[in-house]
């Protein structure tokens, strides 16, 4: 491969300032500007849980309190501990709390299965578990598995916290933020050999910063926090953005069209991020229940985690009648690369220019033309690495700290970024990321089953999960109870659409599935699909 020249993106203003100033002046620790905020502007409110409404004070308060606690349970500087969520303020009090007494962090979604989480907790070896049960029924089933005791926290609601495992070690901590890692976000789980993502509080914060103050967030806004904080969209970008501007975050465990509906019009929403899927159930309630679209205080928009179809973003944009900003990312960067400026036309998908600073380049084949190639980038936002994987970090990062995305992409004259395809198989559902090994390794474990390729298919602003399957001979097993088989052992977001039966897969003697070779049989109609 011939590697296009590298690319810096330039320096830029951002909320007054240039950005190489701002990452200058960034925190050691993802908790600090939340403590800031607790001095200089005591009263804004900063968190809405339900009912529960916390202030900068309220949220400093539970923080110290969080970590307070989590040292009277055993656990020491440079530990991990494991903490099973949906949005919540606990997950808030007690991420922080962790990053104040530099405790990494792995954030894992309750809505995973028990296999999914079992093997998390293997690869993770967290010096405790902790469970958000008071905001999640699927954390209370996961905390009983475990045996973890729940207790009634005055602040953070009812919490639970697994036995302290002895052998897990601590790791060495390390000063500055950018060497001192945050949080492990797990990208697969039921492989037997799942990648904990090592985010560093510099990572973090330079997404935090940058990419909120790109989009003018400030003390004044109001975001709407559904995105799950177990993911890094919602993370660095949702929570933690909104964090740093000292704005107010209106958490939500679970999406509802409704309730969004109820929100947009009455609750002072100024910023809504999502993924294109969401847009589009909120727009089909609308419809269904011939109910107007009123959003009176919004004054931005954005998706990412999903392509988006040019389709989609006319219709969300005409309900609106604001304009669908668009950015692109993955977890090993924290999760933003690029992303639209409040200033640009915003007339086409592009996910907008990189990041300010960001190194990039795109490696593309000898004699391509068509200005298409792997991108490549380097900077502030990129991952320390794989936690305990150095042969898994060696494939995707350099030793001088290039990433390799694994997307292919373009630039327009105008610098704007076009993700066009994907080297590796990921499949990206709702802002969900599905990787077809995870749904695989369920499917082979039916003893019917002989070889099985899931591959994603292009729904209208969205992708689904497709399994086919080769069975052994005499079989009688169907492709939907393979789906019923695969559904209780997966996370909804990964089960598979349709399990299609074939009589054989295209593979090597190994037994390795020739994916490209069965696209092409779909494509011909040799193969339904």
Known sequence: MAADEILQAPDERIGGVMASELLAGLPER??????????TAPDRLAVVDGEVRWTYTDLAEAVVASRDRLAELGVRPGDRIMLVNENSRALIGLLLGAAEMDVWVAVVSARLSAQEIDTIAEACDPRRMVFTTGASPDAGVHADRYGAERENDPRLGEIAFGPLREQSQPEPVQVEGKDQVATLIFTSGTTGVPKGVMLTHRNMLAVAAMSGGLRS??????????????????????????????GTLLLEA?????????????????????????????????????????????????????????????????????????????????????????????????????LPLLEYQLKREEGDGEGVG????????????????????????????????????????????????????????????????????????????????????????????????????????????????????????KRPSEVIVVEALPATPTGKILKARLRNLIKQGSVRG
């Open 254 to 354: 679970r999406f509802d069209p409704a309730r969004l509906a109820n929100v947009l019009e009455h609750e002072g929403v100024s910023v809504l991020q999502g993924v294109p899927a969401m847009f589009q159930r909120l727009l089909e309630y609308l419809r269904t229940q011939d109910r107007e679209l009123k959003a009176p205080t919004l004054r931005y928009m954005s998706v990412g985690g999903a392509p988006l179809d040019p389709a989609v973003k006319t219709r969300i944009e005409a309900a609106f009648g604001l304009k669908l900003n668009n950015g692109y990312g993955l977890t090993e960067a924290a999760p933003t690369i690029s992303q639209t400026r409040l200033h640009s036309r915003l007339d086409n998908t592009s996910t907008g220019p990189v």
């Open 374 to 493: 792997e991108l490549w980038v380097r900077g502030p936002t990129v991952m320390k690495g794989y936690f305990r994987r150095p042969d898994a970090t060696a494939e995707v990062l350099t030793g001088d700290g290039w990433l390799n995305t694994g997307d292919l992409a373009r630039l327009d004259e105008e610098g704007n970024l076009y993700i066009v395809g994907r080297t590796k198989e990921l499949i990206i559902r709702s802002g969900f990321n599905v990787y077809p090994p995870d749904v695989e390794a369920v499917l082979t474990e039916h003893p019917d089953v002989t070889l099985c390729a899931v591959m994603g298919r292009a729904v209208e602003g969205n992708e689904e999960v497709v399994a086919y399957v080769q069975l052994a001979p005499g079989s009688s097993v169907t492709g939907d109870e393979l789906r019923a088989f695969a559904g209780e052992r997966l996370a909804p977001y």
């Open 217 to 246: 967030l400030g003390p004044e806004d109001t975001v709407y926090g559904v995105l799950p904080i177990s993911h890094v969209f919602g993370l660095s970008s949702m929570f933690l953005g909104t964090m740093y501007a000292g």
């Open 30 to 39: 993802i908790s600090h500007r939340p403590l800031q905020w607790a001095e």
